[in-house]
Each structure stands twice: as C-alpha cells, then as structure tokens.
C-alpha cells in the first residue's frame, strides 16, 4: 500500500523568512511522482511543484525547492523569502499507478 | 481558456435525497478523478476514470455512483446511501500516459440539512 505521512499539521513563519515543510512516503514502485500542492483560503488546489523519483537533482520553482531522498523516502518543501500569499494549507502528493496518495496537509501560518 | 468546471459551488440537499455534482473539463484529458476533501483527513479517492465507458472504485466508493459517457463529464452521484455526505468534492483530470500532475476543479461544497 501506498501512504504520504505529513507530521506536522500546522507551521508558522514570519513573512521574508524560509520555512520547511515535511514529507514522508512509502511505496513499492520504482518509477512514480512526488507532488506539492497548495490550497489557499478559495479552496482552489494550485500544484507547486513536481519531482520526478527517477531524478536525483532536486526541483526548483522560484522560491520553493524540495529537498528529495529517495532512500529515507522524505520529500520536504522549502520555502525561501515567505510571502502573505503563501498562507494555505499544502498537500503532499504521490502518483503511483494511475492513482494519487495525498497526504492530511500542513496549514502554514505567513506573520506579518 | 482550458480548464476544469464544477456546479454548482455551493449545493444544499435533504437527507435521503440523491445529488448529481457536475464535472466538465476541456483539458482534453483522459483520466478524471473525484475526491473528498473533510478537515484533517487531506483528500480521498472516490472515484477514478481512465478512459471514456470505464471507471474504477477509490478508497471511499460506498454511497456514490459515477458515470463516464464522455470524454469531457464525468459526474458524481452522491446517494442516500452515503452515511455522511456533508463534505467538500473536488473534481479532477490527467493526461495519460504519463499522468504528471493532476489539474483540478474549483470544488462543490455539499451539505445535507
């Protein structure tokens, strides 16, 4: 069985700050995706970004990168230079087999 | 502009009533999904379709009922067999084969007074 494990159901940063979000996983298939995605206030899921497991550089957009270890199975988001626009809730997301696996979500705090 | 639609946003039924949630997108994707979304629990699988005429049960299919006649809908019928449906339904899509991200619909808030 596939999981996505996020322990931490709600972190605060203060606006410019960086702050890093976790994510654990598990699954037996070799080749799948890893996905951040987030959900502001309007409910509207907005993806992040994407890792590919088969690549070991790191994803990057902007401001947010991971940090992917395929061996500890973890896949945390980092986010530089925090903004009021990134309060949301953020989903961790893994794509199996034709099947996503979304994690409980952390709620992130932007303080002003 | 491509996307995904769902209607209505907000939809307001009595208990023992079937409701339909509309689905639409012109993304041109083959896949579609259906999710619901309760505070604390993250996002479960209802419902997935790969293909037109096909579709198969996610982790929570009891009390729901879908449909995939084409390409572009495919709605989710919520029915009185469902012990808690009060919830939050998110639509989405994928392109196969490599299904690399999900796009999803704006949600359709469902409370059952």
């Known amino acids: 069985a596939q999981t996505v494990t996020q322990s931490q159901p709600e972190m605060s940063v203060q606006e410019a700050e960086t702050v890093t979000l976790s994510c654990t996983y598990d699954?037996?298939?070799?080749?799948?995706?890893l996905f951040w995605y987030k959900q502001p206030p309007s409910r509207q899921m907005i993806l992040v970004i994407r890792?590919?497991?088969?690549?070991?550089q790191n994803a990057t957009e902007n401001r947010f990168s991971v940090n992917f270890q395929k061996a500890a199975k973890s896949f945390s988001l980092k986010i530089s230079d925090s903004q009021l626009g990134d309060a949301a809730m953020y989903f961790c997301?893994?794509?199996?087999?034709?099947?996503?696996?979304f994690g409980t979500g952390t709620r992130l705090k932007v303080l002003a | 502009d491509g996307g995904i639609t769902q209607s209505p946003k907000y939809l307001f039924r009595k208990e023992g009533q079937n409701v339909t949630l509309s689905c639409e997108q012109n993304?041109?994707?083959?896949?579609m999904y259906w999710y619901r979304q309760d505070p604390g629990q993250g996002l479960r699988l209802i419902y997935y379709?790969?293909?037109?005429?096909?579709?198969q049960k996610g982790d929570i299919a009891e009390g729901y009922s879908v449909s995939r006649e084409k390409k572009e809908s495919f709605p989710l019928t919520v029915t009185s067999a469902q012990k808690n449906p009060t919830a939050f339904y998110l639509c989405?899509?994928?392109?196969?084969?490599?299904?690399?991200?999900?796009?999803f619909g704006p949600g359709t808030r469902l409370t059952v007074l």
């Open positions: 989405a899509s994928s392109q196969r084969p490599s299904y690399n991200e999900q796009f």
């Open positions: 379709s790969q293909i037109v005429n096909d579709f």
């Open positions: 993304l041109n994707h083959d896949a």
């Open positions: 997301a893994l794509r199996g087999a034709y099947k996503y696996i």
């Open positions: 890792q590919e497991a088969y690549k070991q």
């Open positions: 699954t037996s298939e070799s080749d799948y995706y």
